[in-house]
């Protein structure tokens, strides 16, 4: 499964390296961070990784594959 997940504001380089396996874009003073997710753990992992560091997820959504 692909999904997109939007975080306010521009991540620094070090924040984005604790995201190895989701690429990024930054737009409109939000981090779109993609990529393929394996499975719902990896899923609440990585939103558990954001909630760790303080980032606001704006939205998160599946991607066609």
Request: negative net charge.
């Amino acid at each position: 499964m692909r999904y997109e997940i939007r975080v306010d504001g521009q991540m620094s380089e070090t924040l984005i390296k604790v995201f190895p396996e989701l690429d990024h874009v930054v737009m409109s003073g939000q981090t779109v961070l993609f990529g393929h997710i394996v499975d719902e753990a990896h899923l609440y992992g990585l939103l558990a990784r954001c909630q760790s560091l303080g980032l606001r997820v704006l939205e998160m959504r599946q991607m066609p594959d």
